[in-house]
């Protein structure tokens, strides 16, 4: 247990429809983060919060992508007008300490 | 610019056989950070170990080893006595960040079968 729960766990979506993903931290540790994976590519880093603040986003996050933490606890990422492209893992992280990050099982995305 | 190779696409070895995972890096940076993550078919990412730049001791945990060469930029991991259940994808990552994760890259990862 890395102490990271994301939920749905596999969502699928048609082309066009919006999706939200949670990601709850087991506490409220400062940095979460948000990495996309790819079909036999490993994590890209999407972007990342310290406490409610949003302090870093990938060229990867276009603005149809929008991540909150509105109480620096569990974080949400939204997707509007799903594409294709956009089918993928989505993984939450948390990092409780310089050394190691703990990553959640991620939320499958697939847009039909 | 940072860069993660990983040669070995997929790998299968009978159990009980020791294998090797290579990892090549880039960096221009002379402080960095080298992980390696284990992805099982569940889909979470664990972590097994961080390395800095200046720390060129060989690991051993366990089964585990994992050997730095700096004059040859690589960070291989090996596996002794392999067993199913470490079959995996297993990813190698590079971070000049130590601070935090958002400058981690990943390499493309190595999928391990290991056939009882």
């Known amino acids: 247990d890395t102490g990271v729960s994301q939920d749905p766990r596999h969502k699928i979506t048609k082309r066009g429809q919006n999706v939200t993903f949670r990601c709850d931290p087991i506490s409220e540790h400062n940095r979460l983060y948000w990495y996309r994976q790819t079909l036999g590519q490993g994590p890209e880093f999407l972007t990342y919060f310290q406490n409610e603040a949003q302090l870093e986003k990938s060229r990867l996050l276009s603005d149809r992508f929008s991540a909150e933490r509105p109480k620096g606890s569990f974080s949400t990422l939204e997707i509007q007008r799903t594409e294709q492209g956009d089918s993928a893992m989505y993984l939450c992280a948390r990092d409780p300490a310089p050394t190691e990050a703990f990553f959640g099982q991620g939320t499958r995305l697939t847009v039909v | 610019a940072q860069k993660v190779t990983q040669a070995q696409t997929e790998i299968s070895v009978v159990e009980k056989e020791d294998v090797t995972l290579d990892c090549v890096y880039e960096?221009?940076?002379?402080?960095?950070?080298l992980f390696w993550y284990k992805q099982p078919p569940s889909g979470e990412l664990v972590f097994l170990i961080r390395r800095n730049s200046f720390d060129e001791q060989n690991e051993i945990s366990g089964r585990y080893s994992w050997n730095f060469q700096k004059s040859t930029s690589s960070f291989n991991f090996t596996i002794t006595a392999s067993q199913v259940v470490d079959s995996a994808v297993y990813f190698c990552a590079l971070s000049e960040s130590s601070t935090s994760y958002d400058k981690v890259i990943f390499g493309p990862g190595t999928s391990l079968s290991v056939i009882p």
């Open positions: 960096t221009r940076d002379t402080t960095y950070y």
